[in-house]
């Protein structure tokens, strides 16, 4: 599941790219991205990052955490119970330098 990043809409696969169904746009398909949209949870990775993104990266609380992509060490974190409620919550990290995403367990 990906939203276009200009106007928010669902986009769709469309060989190596991603096109936005609504105006069109076309990004590069990241199958690293793309593995992680194998998942059971009712709320995906970017459903939750791209929702509290409107809310200016700034905004989030940031924390030490070193970026698999840049090695940079901090990040901003949100955390956000996708699970049932008597499993921990899951972190979702950015990148402060790079913007790279991934999701973490406590
Ligand atoms: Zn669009
Ligand atoms: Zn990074």
């Known amino acids: ?3 276009c990043d200009d106007c928010g809409s669902l986009m769709h696969a469309d060989g190596d790219e991603m ?7 076309r990004v590069p ?3 690293e991205r793309a593995a992680q949209f194998v ?3 009712k709320q995906t990775f ?3 990052i791209e929702s509290s ?3 200016a990266d700034e905004g989030l609380p940031s924390t030490e955490a070193t970026c698999e992509e840049c090695g940079h060490d901090r990040a901003w974190y949100t ?3 996708t699970a ?3 499993e921990p919550p899951t972190r979702f990290f950015k990148c402060q330098e790079c913007g790279h995403r991934w999701r973490g367990y406590n």
């Open 46 to 48: 970017d459903d939750v």
């Open 1 to 3: 599941m990906q939203f």
């Open 79 to 81: 955390i956000k119970q």
């Open 39 to 41: 998942s059971t949870e």
């Open 53 to 55: 993104e409107e809310a």
């Open 84 to 86: 049932s409620a008597d």
């Open 19 to 25: 096109v936005c169904s609504s105006c069109g746009a």
């Open 29 to 31: 398909k990241d199958r």
